[in-house]
């Protein structure tokens, strides 16, 4: 049995010796006398394909199936001169100062005529107010007294400037709308001529509702303005903040447009 099994490893070690002698042997000739075929040697296609399968586990999925990206085509840009740039740099500024000119200037017609400014863009703003100077004068009247600030009116002392509160204030809420911002923004400009002096912010209500709401809701709307006039104006004045309710009606509340006009922010300006 031993001597078997000896003659089985003997045998299979001399066919493996025999097979890479002539394995060897052939490719020695190969490279010797090399043929004039234009075929592919066995011995190469099963390398190439023995590599090409490691190559393939070794890769992470993404990059065996993806094909190469095109590179992206750039549009090259004008080429200026140094003095063609500056001329158009010195161009684009004018045309900035012209559009905050006209941005300005629009604002100003709008607070003129009580416009409520919309948030369309300038031509969509320049048509409303087209609209408004095409309406009859009397009913552009009408609408100025309600939604424009009055003019100052001064006395002994003091100086005291009346605000709608429709204008300032969201309807039924005390959030400041941004047509009231740009209001009180102006009358900051004013503000600012006078330093150091004691500034009274009132508020005042038509008689629709409880007494006691129409004193809380004043008050607080007096104190919403206030707070806007801090922030912007810093420390160097005293505010005093005052909630009258329906207490002191400058008309009768006996009408829409009177209790409209009832409605209303005072701002006052003691001097010293």
Do not use: C
Not at 54 to 78: A, D, H
Not at 140 to 159: C, D, G
Not at 195 to 224: C, W, Y
């Amino acid at each position: 049995m031993g001597l078997l099994i000896l003659s089985l490893i003997f045998r299979f070690l001399l066919l493996v010796v025999t097979s890479g002698f002539s394995w060897v042997l052939g490719m020695a000739i190969a490279f010797q006398y090399p043929s004039t075929s234009q075929d592919i040697p066995i011995s190469e296609k099963l390398l190439r394909g023995a590599r090409s399968i490691v190559s393939q586990k070794k890769l992470p999925p993404s990059s065996r199936s993806t094909p190469p990206s095109t590179p992206e085509i750039i549009t090259p840009q004008v080429e200026l001169t140094e003095a063609q740039r500056k001329e158009l740099q010195t161009e684009l500024q004018q045309l900035q100062t012209q559009l905050n000119s006209l941005i300005s200037r629009t604002r100003n017609l709008e607070n003129q005529l009580g416009v409520r400014k919309s948030d369309g863009n300038l031509e969509a703003r320049l048509d409303l107010i087209a609209q408004q100077l095409a309406l009859p004068i009397s009913a552009r009247k009408n609408k100025q007294v309600i939604n424009k600030p009055s003019p100052p009116v001064f006395s002994e002392n003091t100086m005291m400037v009346t605000l709608p509160s429709d204008v300032l204030f969201e309807s039924g809420s005390n959030t400041i709308r941004s047509e009231g911002r740009s209001i009180l923004d102006n009358l900051i400009g004013e503000l600012k001529n006078y330093p150091e002096m004691t500034i009274s912010v009132s508020g005042h209500t038509d008689n629709r509702g409880k007494v006691k709401v129409n004193q809380e809701k004043s008050f607080l709307q007096a104190e919403k303005v206030t707070e806007y006039f801090s922030k912007n104006m810093g420390d160097r004045y005293r505010f005093l903040v005052i909630g009258y309710g329906e207490s002191s009606p400058i008309v009768e509340n006996n009408s829409k447009t009177n209790r409209q006009r009832n409605r209303r922010i005072e701002v006052k300006i003691h001097q010293k």
